[in-house]
């Protein structure tokens, strides 16, 4: 699990096909001193919001597979080297929830159309579409490329966020630029709140002879 506080911003070192097929999967590196220096194989670390499993690590880098259905899902496919990416290890047991709870589970993609800025802060406007902004409330939380936020507004086409100089500063959201793509993980408690409620509301019976167990 992760919060959505960026700890770092890494640098792509390559995005391979090992197959030579756009529509397979990939193997990404990753340059993140931070992120790199306690991690070792079988550790979760978040790229631009997506859990990445580690295979690999070595001089201040790190190597992850990445599925068919994470580069359909997200933006990672699109990475090219030197590209900057928000990088966030899991969360220890003991850790402080500083953000909100986020899974590094990608539900889909959003794009900036709009970009305000304010004296201190910018406000940005993303279009997205509906079965994503279904599940976002005004002043819930959102995760874009990691990032944990709150939501200013949200329409069937869309939401804002404000950004703050930190965060501005310290992820990749800063440097976005119109038409650009970002990864959003929506609320997991909403999504299992429909599921529950398509499922039905009706319990089966647990046999008492499991309950005794």
């Not at 859990?51 to 070595?58: D, F, I």
């Not at 030197?82 to 990088?87: R, S």
Request: net charge negative; glycine share 12%; charged share 15%.
């Amino acid at each position: 699990m992760f919060t959505g506080i960026i700890e770092e911003l890494g640098s792509v070192v390559a995005l391979t096909r090992p197959d030579g097929d756009d529509g397979s999967d990939a193997v990404l590196t990753v340059a993140g001193p931070l992120a790199a220096s306690d991690a070792g194989p079988g550790d979760s670390i978040a790229v631009d919001g997506v859990c990445l499993t580690v295979t690999s690590v070595a001089d201040g880098a790190f190597v992850a597979e990445v599925m068919p259905e994470t580069l359909r899902r997200s933006s990672l496919g699109g990475l090219v080297p030197g590209a900057a990416v928000n990088l966030e290890r899991a969360m220890p047991a003991n850790g402080r929830l500083s953000g909100h709870v986020v899974q590094g589970h990608v539900d889909g993609v959003a794009t900036l159309v709009r970009r305000t800025p304010g004296p201190r802060w910018d406000d940005l406007a993303f279009g997205a579409p509906a079965a994503l902004t279904r599940y976002v409330a005004e002043k819930g939380s959102v995760a874009l490329a990691g990032v944990a936020l709150t939501v200013t507004w949200v329409s069937d086409e869309g939401f804002g966020v404000s950004l703050i100089p930190t965060t501005l500063a310290a992820t990749t959201l800063g440097g976005l630029a119109t038409g650009d793509l970002v990864n959003v993980e929506v609320d997991v408690l909403a999504k299992y709140v429909e599921r529950l409620m398509a499922a039905g509301t009706q319990v089966p019976a647990v046999p008492a002879t499991e309950v005794a167990r």
